[in-house]
């Protein structure tokens, strides 16, 4: 059976002052049913990018320069509007780091998830209430029965996020697109929203792409993990084969900057020093060899290939045979 | 590699540089028609509650809390710039000036701070060199050689002089945060408030903002209060620790010695909290419930409506802060003993 | 300068792009442009175009239909009115340029201590500019005109009265916006106090997008003072203004169509022109309205 999502050599571009940013670059990953892949990257990753391109959302300053998305074999890239409109929010659902994006401030939340359920025609108005009562009780929204006529507003951030959760599991979607969730939270309140994303999947059978700054919710709660670096893939691997073994240097340094990780007697904090590099130039060299502090000549002479290292683990680096 | 953090010799000096004691701000949370039609009785809330805290000459104390736990307030309490209901505020002894004018400007030399927001808190039509320079020319130090000072203070913060003629909207995130930090060093302030100084930066770099603020307190013998929600930015930053739940210190205490055991549920709900990146290791049960609202404080101790240990006696009585251990306090009624279980007896 | 980052990269275009030159690529801009500058010129060099002395009358040669002697005829005494009108365009623009440069000053100042000042002051101010915006323009004329007679400084007080509310309405909000600016709580940590944060902080920002909403009311200024003086409570004859010109015209429509359009003309093109010309400001300082990224 073919993967559920297939990214092969996509290569985004945006329009900048002076010439093309190139804020992704010959992605290529693919993603099966049922798997949570958590997308893990810093500013400048573009992890927001390729998770609104499979949307389809991208700004209009936005160019696909080149690659292919396909989702249950579908191309999505070459479908027509209306055709992805048939598939946001019921096969594919997105669930954004500010909660007032997802939800409309001046509809009751009663009403934007019975609205949500429109293809749904042979269900009633009531029993798509009820759905919808049923599923805010489920991501843990006290007194849905009652709460559910209430705006936006009057709820905490806290629970906005649950009820944009429980919006797009409404749809029983296969891919759900999780982009920054918990940013936003204090992290009481984010540690809450990861237990329930873990409950859910008991229950949810669809496929979840976690896009994250933080290393640490991507271990709890993913099997894989894609790491990018300034519009590059730089490594994936299954989760604990990644924590356990990273390859790439950036994947290390990163894990090194994870303040949960400072060890015992650490005097300062561990930092990637340098910046990231410039995104309109052309790729000629590792993405990472500026900052990288494993560098070699020929990293920077010409950029690495992606290969195996383990089962499932695959890796951009000179060092490892790239 | 990286630096060591070199705490600087302790100044002779017994008293504390700054004392904040029993401080109270309160703020009109809902105007008084929306009041008395919603049946609130009392509209106003008390950002900060009875506060009590010590930083001596050259120490760091970090501030800790979530969003609405009062932290920003009380340093901008400290500053001087949201009115104080009851406390005081002491620096160096003396007491904060009560009726503004030349004290309060001078006061001002003597304390800095640093904003959440990075480049907002730089005013946007002006250069860099400009805004480093302000501190000089607001009290009336023109003589000095400004074009000197500019150049002194960015090299401080670790920008090259490019940065000078560079405007605000110019700059990314961590360089308006040094440039802000810059600012804040003008007039060689003795103590300095960092409110949230690593908000919106990747992980990578936030070390940066932070080992910069351990260097410039060991060259300059600064001292600092650092604001944060974030846990493990105060680990190596600061001494000791505060807590802040609601608008009250519900845990004070060396920052070793909390992170090795915390006394208060928060603060163990807290330290609970932080994602840890090790798939190998599942993090607790986060606690449930969400902050209450500050205009309906629970009665007794206002952790009991989230608190897993909470007994009858917290929901009918405010605890006092009790000592736990040599400067390690907490506000509970069953602090988390050493061994880390609740001395409720419950597990 | 190292590369930029992603956020740099597509960050909005620095303002020191010139400004004039997006003014310039804009078509309605540059028809502004070219209609501001040629009545600003003409108000200049007022003396030198007009061919007559507009108040010397020659009765004989009374209301005659344009000609090649006097462009727009002449009116019913006898007077040239195309030098009638290049003269009117020196006061109209004397007047609104004195009238909005005041009416700026006044509403600048208080919306300024309105919007940073205490609670008290604010609920004063903002009372008082709300009852004199409440009065309509004509019914204060008259009541001025019954005080101090008519005259251009009776149509500049009447603009002040009229526009001071409003720009001090717009200057309070402004001001009320950026005292919780973060940068305004920066300036007073440091120590700035009241004035400084106004002068140094505040008004730079208020201003840009102040002073084209005042350009765009320059035509509106030009035609309270052509209607005030249309009704006889500016500008006295025998003095050439575009009211009494039109109001000469309008007294005479029967014999002669042609004085009314050369005293309408300008105020339309006049219109046109300052708003165009605001319009096309406001999109090119405003860098959100670019449409490259």
């Known amino acids: 059976m073919a993967a559920l999502l297939e990214v092969d050599g996509l290569s985004v571009d945006f329009a900048g002052s002076q010439r093309p940013i190139h804020a992704l670059r010959d992605i290529r990953f693919s993603m099966e049913r049922g798997r949570i892949v958590g997308l893990v990257g810093e500013s400048g990753s573009g992890k927001s990018t390729l998770s609104l391109a499979v949307l389809r959302l991208l700004a209009p300053s936005a160019r696909i320069v080149s690659g292919t998305i396909r989702f249950d074999g579908v191309d999505i890239l070459a479908l027509s509007d209306e055709a992805m409109r048939a598939l946001r929010g019921r096969r594919i659902a997105m669930v954004f780091q500010d909660p007032m994006s997802t939800l409309n401030p001046v509809l009751s939340v009663g009403a934007q998830m019975i609205d949500v359920q429109f293809r749904d025609a042979d269900l009633s108005r009531k029993q798509k209430r009820a759905r919808a009562v049923s599923l805010l009780a489920r991501v843990g929204i006290p007194d849905p029965e009652r709460r559910i006529d209430d705006f936006p507003h009057q709820f905490s951030g806290g629970m906005r996020q649950r009820i944009s959760i429980a919006m797009a599991l409404l749809g029983q979607p296969d891919l759900l697109i999780a982009d920054e969730p918990t940013t936003a939270l204090d992290v009481t309140l984010e540690a809450q929203i990861l237990d329930l994303l873990r409950d859910l999947r008991r229950d949810f059978a669809g496929a979840i792409l976690l896009v994250s700054h933080h290393l640490g919710v991507v271990a709890e709660f993913c099997d894989e993990v894609v790491v990018l670096y300034a519009g590059e893939m730089v490594e994936q691997a299954p989760v604990g084969e990644l924590f356990a073994n990273p390859r790439h240097p950036y994947t290390r340094a990163l894990l090194d900057c994870d303040p949960g990780r400072l060890p015992a007697d650490a005097r300062s904090f561990p930092t990637i020093p340098g910046r990231l590099p410039d995104l309109g130039a052309p790729r000629t060299q590792c993405v990472f060899a500026a900052r990288c502090p494993l560098a070699i000549e020929r990293c920077r002479a010409e950029p690495p290939a992606m290969i195996d290292v383990a089962p499932g683990h695959r890796a951009s680096c000179h060092l490892l045979g790239g | ?347 | 300068m190292s590369a930029p980052t992603f956020e740099e990269a597509t960050a909005p275009v620095p303002q020191r792009r010139s400004a004039l030159r997006h003014l310039l690529a804009d078509p309605l801009g540059r028809f502004g442009l070219t209609l501001v500058l040629v009545i600003l010129l003409t108000a200049i060099f007022a003396d030198a175009i007009a061919p007559y002395n507009p108040t010397a009358i020659a009765v004989p040669n009374r209301l005659q239909g344009p000609s090649l002697a006097h462009l727009f005829g002449t009116d019913q005494l006898g007077r040239d009115v195309f030098s009638r009108v290049v003269l009117g365009a020196r006061i109209a623009l004397e007047v609104a340029l004195v009238a909005i440069t005041l009416a700026l000053a006044v509403g600048g100042a208080l919306g300024l201590a309105a919007g940073y000042g205490p609670r008290w002051l604010d609920g004063i101010l903002v009372l008082v500019f709300d009852t004199i915006r409440s009065f309509p323009t004509i019914m204060f004329a008259l009541a001025l005109v019954t005080l101090i007679g008519p005259s251009l400084e009776t149509v500049i007080v009447v603009v002040v009265a009229t526009f001071a509310p409003s720009y001090g309405r717009i200057v309070r909000t402004q001001t009320q916006a950026l005292k919780h600016a973060e940068f305004i709580l920066a300036e007073r940590s440091l120590g700035a106090g009241a004035v400084r944060i106004l002068a140094v902080h505040a008004v730079p920002n208020i201003v840009g997008p102040l002073f084209i909403l005042a350009s765009m009311d320059v035509p509106v200024v030009i035609t309270i003072e052509a209607g005030l003086s249309f009704l006889g409570f500016g500008v006295r004859p025998p003095t050439p203004s575009w009211g009494t010109v039109l109001n000469d015209g309008y007294a005479f429509i029967g014999n002669t169509p042609w004085i009314i359009l050369a005293g309408g003309l300008p105020l339309v093109l006049s219109t046109l022109g300052f708003t165009f010309l605001g319009e096309a400001l406001r999109d090119a300082i405003d860098p959100r309205l670019r449409k490259e990224i």
């Open chain 2, 1 to 347: 590699m990286s630096r060591p953090v070199t705490a600087p010799a302790v100044i002779s000096s017994v008293a504390e540089l700054l004392e904040v004691e029993r401080l109270r701000v309160r703020f009109r949370a809902v105007k008084p028609l929306n009041a008395w039609l919603g049946g609130i009785r009392d509209p106003m809330i008390d950002a900060v509650a009875d506060v009590s805290l010590d930083i001596p000459e050259g120490g760091a104390f970090g501030l800790v809390g979530e969003s609405g736990s009062g932290k920003t307030t009380l340093g901008r309490a400290i500053m001087g710039l949201v009115p104080v209901e009851s406390g005081e505020v002491r620096l160096a002894g003396a007491a904060f000036p009560k009726r503004g004018g030349r004290a309060l400007k001078a006061w001002r030399r003597r304390i800095a701070m640093t904003f959440q927001d990075p480049t907002g808190s730089l005013s946007p039509r002006l250069t860099v060199r400009t805004l480093i320079t302000e501190p000089f020319r607001i009290h009336g130090m023109t003589s000095r050689d400004l074009g000197a000072e500019a150049r002194r203070l960015i090299a401080l913060v670790g920008l090259s002089e490019d940065f000078l003629d560079r405007y605000a909207h110019e700059l990314s995130g961590g360089q308006a945060r040094r440039v802000g930090i810059a600012r804040a060093l003008a007039l060689d302030p003795r103590l300095l408030i960092a409110d949230e100084p690593t908000a919106g930066l990747d992980v990578s770099v936030q070390g940066e903002v932070l080992n910069l603020l351990a260097r410039l307190r060991g060259e300059l013998g600064i001292a600092l209060l650092l604001i944060t929600h974030n846990l493990a930015a105060v680990r190596l930053s600061a001494e000791r620790l505060g807590v802040m739940y609601m608008g009250r210190l519900v845990e004070t205490g060396p920052t070793g010695a909390v992170f090795r055991g915390a006394a208060h549920p928060y603060t163990a709900a807290l330290l609970a909290a932080i994602p840890i990146a090790d798939p190998t290791r599942h993090r607790k049960r986060a606690i449930a419930g969400e902050v209450p609202s500050l205009l309906h404080r629970p009665p007794g101790c206002e952790f009991h409506t989230r608190c897993p240990h909470a007994q009858p006696r917290c929901r009918a009585e405010a605890p006092l802060a009790r000592e736990i251990a040599t400067g390690h306090a907490a506000r509970c009624h069953f602090p988390i003993d050493a061994g880390g279980s609740s001395s409720t007896g419950s597990p």
